[in-house]
């Protein structure tokens, strides 16, 4: 019975012993991480003279690409991310009253493309890897209109929390930071002329590649655990691409499915696809359509 006792302790100290160096190895691992920086080359943006069009252009791209998805309806900061012992994340003020105030057209890039900051270390959650396919006009139009915003004094207090989980998944890369998953390399690309094509379909739903994966065959979203796994895009048995347009456009304005149910808008941004015109979602729907059937996640 005391060799069984003694055992039993044995095992149990081991235990305990390799639980504290794991939580020490993802706790260093993890600061090691987050706290890197990055120094990327940006590329090169000019910025027009801003003017009612420019203006306007910007706030529909503001609408389409969920910049009040994080950063709040004002877009004066918000706390968007509270799961804890995951992690406490808000996103910034963008208003001019924010961090941003003193931006440069690079940091505005470096942010946005690249998901970097002005000190070179890494954004947590800023989904900038779905960005690097917006074409240099459609920036600019959304920078300047940030910057032509009314400035807001926001209460919001900067909140970056790291919870055990997740410094075990950023340390396991089991969650990818952002920067992880950019080629900085990519230059910017060539918006098509606005029309009901397969063309400026695919321009549009290349930040869908960001849940939905490269083909666009959906399943576990790569990066991060947190996320529900993704709808198959494609046509075919396990995809969507072969809805009538109608399904689509109900979807994509309403979140609500063919089976009557809601879409998570945290997980599926209708809140922001909401605003597609009729020629944006005809292109959609033309460029799903065109797409070769495949498994999912495959």
């Known amino acids: 019975m005391k060799n069984v006792l003694k055992w039993l302790l044995r095992v149990t100290g081991a ?6 160096l794991a939580t020490i190895w993802f706790y260093y691992s993890s600061e090691s991480r987050i706290n890197r920086e990055y120094r990327v080359e940006t590329q090169s943006l000019h910025l027009p003279e801003p003017d009612s069009t420019i203006l306007a252009a910007g706030l529909y791209v503001a609408q389409i690409r969920g910049c009040a998805d994080c950063h709040g309806a004002d877009l004066a900061g918000n706390l968007f991310f509270d799961e804890m012992p995951v992690a ?3 996103a910034p003020n963008i208003t001019p009253a924010g961090p941003v105030s003193s931006y ?3 940091d505005w890039v470096r942010s946005v493309r690249h998901g970097v900051g002005r000190d070179g270390k890494p954004f947590w959650i800023m989904p900038s890897d779905a960005y690097t396919g917006i074409s240099e006009g459609d920036l600019a139009a959304l920078i300047l209109y940030l910057k032509s915003l009314e400035p807001i004094v ?9 919870g ?7 340390a396991t890369n089991g969650l990818k930071l952002p920067v992880k998953k ?9 918006k098509p002329p606005v029309g009901p094509t397969v063309e400026f379909g695919f321009y549009l739903l290349d930040e869908c590649r960001h849940c939905h994966g490269a083909n666009l065959t959906g399943g576990i979203v790569a990066g991060d655990p947190s996320s529900p796994p993704s709808s198959n895009l494609t046509p075919g048995p396990e995809g969507i691409g072969h809805y009538d347009r109608d399904v689509l456009e109900r979807a994509l304005r309403t979140g ?9 808008p945290m997980f599926m941004p209708w809140s922001a696809s909401m605003h597609f015109t009729d020629v ?6 033309a460029y799903l359509r065109s797409l070769e059937p495949l498994p999912t996640g495959s």
């Open 15 to 20: 235990l305990v012993f390799a639980m504290v």
């Open 88 to 90: 406490r994340v808000s």
């Open 104 to 106: 440069k057209t690079e």
């Open 154 to 162: 926001s209460e919001q207090p900067d909140v970056k929390e790291l």
């Open 164 to 170: 055990p989980i997740g410094r075990m998944l950023v």
């Open 182 to 190: 950019i080629d900085h390399s990519r230059p910017f690309p060539i």
């Open 256 to 264: 609500v499915k063919p089976d009557g149910s809601v879409m998570n």
């Open 280 to 285: 944006e979602i005809d292109a959609i729907w």
